[in-house]
């Protein structure tokens, strides 16, 4: 057997002995500071990473490290409080893991969220943005061997995001009365914080927001076939090289948490339609 494959094997079986054999129809992936929305699963079931086989200790800030099932929207989900990151050191295969876990548990639906810094001149401080599209500048999360049980050698990412998810959630935004921005996610390795330099090279490429997450999950979720949608917070904007100007990592966490419950109520509206 594939040693990736019995790790993957292993720890699905450790959380389906959790869930009673129900199977959630969305996997949820909360970002730094986005751990809110955990609080609103009913009849909470928690597992921490640490306690699954194969999994290690998620040590980015602001990410709990917990699995977390139970009804949201009045669906069955799991939620994943934090991720893990490349710059956290973990092989690729690490990073994607708990998706691919999350996919053979039966999920149908992907809803990815981070916190990200902007280099659009219209996006402010706190704005959430739909992302339509993305660029890859982290190692893809397939190469190597194909896991043929999981999709195809060469998947399309034609439309990595659902269309019709994105039109749903417009409508939800619209009718809750929240600006929903859209646009084009860069993901780079970190775990520095991009240059002024670096902002005005992504904003050429076409690129909207920046950040150290999302496009591997998305990547191995298509592969598989899962329907993909994903959020942004925007904690930071891009800035001029100045003495007075830090990027701080506690400052991004407080300000995605004061957007989190925009975002929650959003994604729990969205879950209820499925």
Same mark, same amino acid.
């Given at each position: ?43 909470? *079931? ?23 099932? /139970?009804?949201?929207? /009045?669906? %069955?989900? *799991? +939620? ?6 490349? &710059?956290?050191? &973990? ?6 893991? !708990?998706?691919? #876990? ?14 990200? /810094? ?9 704005? @959430? ?9 982290? =190692?893809? !999360? ?7 049980? %999981? /999709? =195809? ?7 990595? &995001? ?7 959630? @417009? ?19 970190? =775990? ?9 090279? &992504? ?12 496009? =591997? ?10 329907? #993909?949608?994903?959020?942004? #917070? ?6 001029? +090289? ?10 991004? #966490? ?21």
């Amino acid at each position: 057997m594939n040693k990736r494959v019995g790790i993957i094997e292993d720890a699905v079986a450790f959380l389906s002995s959790w869930l009673d054999g129900r199977k959630p129809v969305a996997g949820i992936i909360l970002g730094s500071g986005l751990g809110q929305l955990a609080e609103e699963i009913q009849d909470p *079931i928690v597992v921490p990473y640490v306690m699954v086989p194969g999994f290690p200790a998620a040590t980015a800030v602001g990410h709990k490290g917990n699995f977390i099932c /139970g009804k949201l929207g /009045g669906k %069955f989900i *799991i +939620a994943m409080q934090g991720r893990y990151h490349y &710059y956290e050191g &973990y092989p690729m295969d690490t990073v994607v893991l !708990p998706i691919r #876990v999350m996919i053979k548990l039966g999920i149908k639906y992907l809803f990815v969220s981070n916190a990200t /810094g902007a280099m659009n001149k219209s996006f402010n401080i706190g704005d @959430l943005m739909l992302i339509r599209d993305h660029i890859n500048l982290l =190692p893809n !999360p397939l190469i190597g061997p194909n896991l043929d049980d %999981f /999709g =195809p050698r060469f998947p399309d990412m034609t439309c990595a &995001y659902d269309l019709k998810l994105q039109e749903k959630m @417009l409508a939800i935004a619209a009718k809750q009365g929240v600006e929903l921005k859209r646009g084009i996610y860069v993901s780079c390795s970190g =775990p520095t914080y991009e240059t002024p330099a670096e902002y005005a090279f &992504y904003a050429s490429m076409g690129a909207d927001n920046v950040g150290m997450s999302v496009t =591997p999950e998305v990547i191995v979720a298509r592969h598989a076939g899962i329907r #993909v949608l994903g959020m942004s #917070v925007i904690t930071d904007v891009a800035h001029e +090289a100045t003495d007075d100007y830090i990027t701080d990592e506690n400052e991004i #966490v407080r300000q995605a948490d004061l957007a989190s419950r925009k975002m929650t109520g959003l994604f729990r509206s969205l879950i209820s339609t499925l």
